[in-house]
Nanobody, 124 residues
Framework: QVQLVESGGGLVQAGGSLRLSCAAS????????MAWFRQAPEKEREFVAA???????SYADSVKGRFTISRDNAKNTVYLQMNSLKPEDTARYYC??????????????????WGQGTQVTVSS
């Protein structure tokens, strides 16, 4: 299994930006569809964004137009660029990986490898 480590979280004012990174080790991330999820206190974990092995992406409606997921297979890293942050984006953000043979499939569930998360706090 691939191991995932997130970084880049922190405290930011509303309207600001952060870029989260997810560094993979143990396996090459190019074999995986990747995604970001988040979980706020006392709420269910929710899907944020996903990227297929080949590059197509999908976003939750709540972040569409503000967040961008990308991958750099040479660096074995996946990113989440978050712009125009809102207080409701406050959550712990988790990177996830799903091994797949498909280059185009985008998954919103069914991930089997997870990182430990990084905290994002947006102040109003």
């Amino acid at each position: 299994q691939v191991q995932l480590v997130e970084s880049g979280g922190g405290l930011v004012q509303a309207g600001g930006s952060l870029r989260l990174s997810c560094a993979a080790s143990g396996r090459t991330v190019s074999s995986y569809a990747m995604a970001w999820f988040r979980q706020a206190p006392e709420k269910e974990r929710e899907f944020v964004a996903a990227i297929s092995r080949g590059g197509p992406t999908s976003y939750a409606d709540s972040v569409k137009g503000r967040f961008t997921i990308s991958r750099d297979n040479a660096k074995n890293t996946v990113y989440l660029q978050m712009n125009s942050l809102k207080p409701e984006d406050t959550a712990r953000y988790y990177c996830a990986a799903k091994e797949t043979t498909s280059y185009v499939a985008i998954y919103r569930a069914g991930y089997d490898s997870w990182g430990q998360g990084t905290q994002v706090t947006v102040s109003s």
